[in-house]
């Protein structure tokens, strides 16, 4: 590696079996973009831009692990050790964005996050037919859980509540949720 590439302390977090995030270790890494020619624009909490880590080698930097550097937040998808002698990794991560926003769980104290909304979104009923238009949000679930109806997010002056999860949209990284706009 060349010197000066590492310029970037990132805590290593991992999800515990409580969902709890829990802080591992740390690392000094290297951050860029991965060249891509036509990069969609987002369509949800994840970037569909790649980004691309470099990492003296450790153990503690597997798949399915995050990397937080300041406000970024970085799922790790892949891990290689390019010359297999354990000098360094060259990781593949999607980089997590959206608006800043306060969870707020019922009976439990808020909690800083980042949101994605979509407004208008479709709602299905049990037999797949659009019945209706709604806020539907994707949240990291390293930073909230797993919301449940009656939870409230809080996205600038605008507080919304938690009306139902939104089907086969929980993947271990990202969770759907449908809201109702508070008045």
């Not at 990132?10 to 890494?29: C, F, H, K, R, S």
């Not at 970037?47 to 790790?76: C, E, F, W």
């Amino acid at each position: 590696m060349r010197a000066g590439e590492l310029r970037h302390r990132a805590e290593i977090v991992e999800l515990n079996a409580d969902l709890v995030p829990t802080v591992i270790g740390g690392a000094w890494v290297g951050v860029i973009a991965k060249e891509a020619a036509d990069v969609p624009m987002p369509s949800g909490l994840r970037n569909p831009a790649k980004v691309d880590v470099r990492a003296r080698y450790t153990g503690k930097l597997t798949i399915g692990r995050y990397l937080r550097l300041g406000s970024r937040l970085l799922h790790i998808t892949s891990v290689r050790d390019p010359l297999g002698n354990g000098a360094e990794l060259r990781i593949s991560a999607d980089e997590l964005i959206g608006q800043p926003a306060q969870y707020l769980p019922a009976g439990g104290t808020a909690v800083a996050c980042r949101v994605h909304l979509t407004h208008q979104a479709p709602w299905f009923d049990e037999e797949g037919t659009v019945t209706g238009y709604k806020t539907k949000a994707e949240v990291a679930v390293i930073e909230v859980g797993r919301p449940e109806q009656g939870d409230r997010i809080q996205i600038g002056d605008d507080t919304y509540s938690v009306i139902g999860y939104a089907n086969d949209t929980d993947d271990g990284v990202v969770r759907g949720l449908w809201l109702e706009r508070e008045s």
